[in-house]
């Protein structure tokens, strides 16, 4: 599978972004599928995930104001995320892999096999 995310760029706080993850070589309608971000000299998060089973996980931090969603016809899956905070900074990285849907495991980068190269999402005061 190899994953295309888009969709970053800069936006004032409390604006709005929707990043896009097509995926390519295989359907990803059995695959999990999950948002991970990283900020300069911070480790990386989990900020999104859906399990082909059709839960979705979300850290506390980002509940109410970031949505995952999938649409299988395009094999594409999207992160809308709102109300933006200039702690949302960060290069985001969509994932995809086979496994058991509970929260840990989504929110866990090592569950994933495939990774995106990451788009940009800077959000200003």
């Known amino acids: 599978v190899q994953l295309q995310a888009s969709g970053g760029g800069l936006v004032q706080a409390g604006g709005s972004l929707r990043l896009s993850c097509a995926a390519s070589?295989?359907?990803?309608?059995?695959?999990?599928m999950g948002w991970f971000r990283q900020a300069p000299g911070k480790e990386q998060e989990f900020v999104a995930g859906?399990?082909?089973?059709?839960?979705?996980y979300y850290p506390d931090f980002v509940k109410g104001r970031f949505t995952i969603s999938r649409d299988n016809a395009k094999n594409t899956v999207y992160l809308q995320m709102d109300s933006l905070k200039p702690e949302d900074t960060a290069v985001y990285y969509c994932?995809?892999?086979?496994?058991?849907?509970?929260?840990?495991?989504?929110?866990?980068?090592?569950?994933?096999?495939?990774w995106g190269q990451g788009t940009q999402v800077t959000v200003s005061s």
């Open positions: 994932a995809a892999g086979r496994f058991s849907g509970t929260y840990s495991r989504t929110a866990t980068p090592s569950s994933y096999d495939y």
């Open positions: 859906f399990h082909w089973g059709g839960s979705t």
């Open positions: 070589g295989r359907t990803i309608t059995t695959y999990a």
